[in-house]
């Protein structure tokens, strides 16, 4: 039997049998887990009101040999971002979020530096004025810690160097920026403002970003590009997306 301790952010919770639930965690000392909170549904459980998706949490747990579960037997909530949320628009892009590391990650793969970006984002995602600037800047670094952010600074063609006053555009499948030659059929420009800011979101903290009110209202572009990336790097599409689209 192997203890398992640590802290967590609940991705989702999923009824099991007629008391149970089962619990998908993104923990900082193994990544993707999934575990039985044993009596999770009953109503006057120990784990009541502590089991809400994107808390912050410490948890402990055991895994017996061969199984795959772990079993969890605590867990306390340190901050509850909660998906008690103010508005539609906020609830859509933390369910976004969700969904991304449920159908991209790996079970059981450490990666320390997604944890650290989602304390880093979350309380900014909860917020109705800053849940968008939020959403970029989680899906530039998610793309970066998975090696599929192209280079920002030189034309993925011809290797020159995209001008920070030049025109930059993109193709229908993503695979690089390209400067005004070496685009082709119906490559879409990025603005100059949108390409500002994405270089920003790779170099400062979300915090610094939103001081510096560097993020316009107009991000749909940007989120669009970024998200088309994500598709096309992990091979898959996410429900939730389409209904930001619609809102964007
Ligand atoms: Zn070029």
Redesign the pocket.
Known sequence: MVVLKGEAIILRTYPLKETDKLIVLFSQEYGKIRGVVNGGRRIKSRFTGRLEPLSWIEFSGFQRRNQELVSIDSIEVIKGFGLILEDYDTFLRSTYLLEVILKTMPDWEVNQNLFRLLLHVLPAFVKTDTSSAALLYFQVWYLKFGGFLPDLYK?S??G?HLAKNGRTYCGDKIQGL??K??KSGMGREISINNMKLLRSLTKMSLIEILKENQISRNVGQLTNIVEELIETSFERRFDTFSAIKQEL
């Open positions: 034309c063609r011809c020159d390209m400067c030659a070496c």
